[in-house]
């Protein structure tokens, strides 16, 4: 191997660091043009060049598979017996307990967990650990935010997107309305919905009857599909038993479900004793069994039913205004409306705009109608009371949504101005007495609070381009679901400052309710007293006209003859005046023309107003002259009259 460059460095200077230094700048190579090469090189004037330096990055999407989620009941029986003992048998159970309380370990050890727990009661006794120390501070944070609201949830039937990927949903082509909505007591997670076409005529032959239960973590997938014997057009959770619903049919049947047996009715009534007409309000009753409901429909009637039986209604009442209990006179119930502190009240909104106040245990069914309420022209669609003010209640129809006062027959204590859009349904907020709600044909949500605002609503939120059905706030007020005409449910959670109690909201909320009461009282009995006196009014005008029609032929006659008279001899009065007066003023006026031609006058002055003056005279007799030529016939006339008159 040739060795070309040798570098060679002394062992001391191994590992030596290098120091550094400044220095001008030494040229060590120098290469000079080579213009032999020129005709090589292209000239390139300007020259660009381009240089990437980011890394090469590559885009990737994975679809993951969809989880579905199935919903699995467990029944817990009361276990720890012993095997030979069988829980269901009380006399077994009885003595078995006996047997145990006489055991001396048993004794013991109630003693000894008896004194942890009089430890753990007079420790909570002493402090209260949910005690809220700083309430106030939250309360002005939630008076400064503004009201708003919040799209959380969309459950939809059939949606373009959803329609390959989750067929299940709904796999009738014809959309159906979401008719009325009703949250799980309990959890208030699960919303059963009924799904109905309310359109006239316009069933499909493979239109599907089902109806859902929902549940809010899950929405991809009913939790429970209805399958009714006809449409569901009402629906209702039993407060007392979660699991048991009712619902109303459109062709009138009761039908109810008990989500543990399935999706099929344990009972459906029969037609014959069912409603004629689609039934639009079924509500649970307050009774020691809770199985007792009642419904209300188009055609008039009101029937209570038990769920144990529904083969024929337990009681039924036609809602005849006129009280003469005649099915053809009956108004047809529209909404349902029913406030468990008043048992044995309940208010029932008509197709006609008018209000039936009912009792049910009046003792004729004639007195069951207690009073009317008319405000509406069109179909009353809401009807609920005021959950903290019973005797408070809230309307529903046309352009308006009123606010009355059972105390007050003839009119509304307050109302809302009349919108564009129609009015679809509307209730009252749980939480505050002030608050309420109403949906627009529109799709528009209004969030009204009278007490902050009473000519516009406080938040109106556009909530699909579809009209508003159906309307229902959960328990806790905080969030409001809104059934479409298209079948699409919209979950909206409400602000804080909607949900949340205000400071002293109560007492305002008393004071106006009251004012306004009191107001139209006022107003009620003034116009009352106008009307009694139109009435009496008109009584008196009858009563003279009866008496004129009354009066013997002979009297009429006598008076008529007395007031001819006294027309003739008023006449011959006037005409002796009239002769009076012209005579005096033939004489005054020829004396006056006699003096003035004895004055010595200009020739053109004096003869001209002489003249003129006898002009007007001479004018004046012709025509006193005809009009006393006129009067002859009308005084032969008379006369004539006269004659025949006596």
């Not at 337990?314 to 008043?342: C, H, Q, W, Y």
Request: hydrophobic share 30%.
């Amino acid at each position: 191997m040739e060795i070309i460059y040798v570098y060679t460095r002394k062992r001391s200077e191994f590992g030596r660091p290098c120091s550094f230094s400044d220095r001008p700048a030494v040229v060590n190579v120098d290469i000079p043009p080579d213009p032999s090469m020129a005709s090589n090189f292209v000239l390139r004037n300007p020259v660009d060049s381009y240089v990437q330096h980011t890394s090469d990055m590559s885009e990737h999407e994975v679809n993951t598979e969809r989880v579905e989620v199935e919903s699995r009941g467990v029944n817990h029986v009361e276990g720890g017996w012993p095997k030979d003992i069988n829980p269901q048998e009380v006399e077994q159970t009885i003595r078995f307990r006996k047997k145990v309380e006489k055991d001396e370990n048993y004794v013991n050890t109630i003693m000894h967990l008896g004194t942890l727990m009089e430890h753990c009661v007079k420790q909570n006794n002493a402090i209260n650990i949910y005690e809220e120390y700083f309430g106030e501070e939250e309360m002005a944070e939630v008076e400064d935010e503004p009201p708003s609201a919040k799209t959380i949830n969309v459950i939809s039937k059939l949606t373009s997107f959803f329609d390959v990927l989750l067929s299940k949903r709904d796999p009738n082509v014809t959309k159906r309305t979401a008719t009325h909505l009703s949250w799980h007591p309990d959890t208030c997670k699960k919303l059963a919905v009924a799904y109905s076409s309310l359109e006239f005529q316009q069933n499909v032959k493979d239109m599907s009857f089902d109806s859902y239960i929902w549940d809010l973590e899950n929405p991809n997938k009913p939790e429970l599909v209805l399958k009714p014997s006809s449409p569901l057009v009402s629906l209702e959770y039993n407060p007392k038993d979660s699991h048991v619903l009712v619902g109303g049919c459109y062709n009138g049947q009761m039908a109810y479900w008990d989500t543990r047996k399935g999706g099929l009715p344990m009972e459906v009534s029969t037609v014959e004793v069912s409603h004629r007409d689609p039934v639009y309000g079924a509500i649970w009753l307050q009774s020691k069994t809770g199985t007792e409901c009642f419904s209300a429909s188009t055609d008039g009637q009101v029937l209570w039913w038990d769920v144990r039986k529904l083969s024929e209604p337990t009681e039924s009442l036609v809602l005849d205004i006129t009280r003469k209990g005649l099915l053809e006179n009956a108004l047809g119930a529209v909404t349902l409306e029913f406030e468990p502190t008043m048992p044995t009240k309940f208010m029932v909104g008509t197709e006609q705009g008018i209000v039936i106040a009912c009792n049910r245990k009046a003792k004729t069914p004639p007195e069951k109608i207690t009073s009317t309420y008319s405000g509406h022209i069109g179909p009353v669609y809401a009807l609920v009371r005021n959950p903290f003010y019973p005797k408070v209640f809230l309307t529903v129809g046309d352009w308006t949504a009123r606010i009355w006062s059972e105390e007050t027959k003839e009119s509304s204590i307050m109302w809302t101005k009349c919108h564009l859009s129609y009015l679809t349904d509307g209730c009252w907020s749980t939480v505050r007495p002030s608050v309420f709600f109403t949906t627009r044909s529109d799709g528009t949500l209004d969030v009204w609070d009278f007490l902050f605002k009473q000519n516009d609503p406080s938040l109106s939120l556009k909530v699909c381009n579809e009209p508003l059905s159906s309307l229902r706030l959960q328990d806790n007020g905080c969030i409001v679901g809104c059934g479409s005409k298209q079948g699409t449910v919209t979950l909206l959670e409400i602000s804080s400052g909607l949900c949340t109690l205000q400071r002293n909201e109560k007492t305002l909320a008393t004071a106006m309710f009251e004012r306004e009461t009191k107001r139209e009282k006022i107003l009620e009995a003034r116009h009352r007293e106008m009307r009694l006196k139109e009435h009496a009014r008109s009584e008196g005008q009858e009563t003279e006209v009866e008496e004129s029609l009354v009066e013997d032929p002979q009297e009429v006659l006598d008076r008529v003859r007395q007031e001819f008279f006294e027309v003739i001899e008023a006449e011959m009065q006037r005409r002796a005046r009239a002769e009076t007066q012209g005579l005096r003023g033939k004489v005054l006026g020829t004396a006056w023309t006699c003096n003035r031609s004895r004055d010595s006058l200009p020739r053109g002055g004096g003869q001209g107003s002489v003249s003129v003056f006898q002009v007007k005279s001479r004018a004046g007799e012709e025509a006193s002259a005809q009009e006393e030529e006129s009067q002859l016939p009308k005084d032969k006339e008379e006369e004539e009259e006269e004659k025949d008159a006596a």
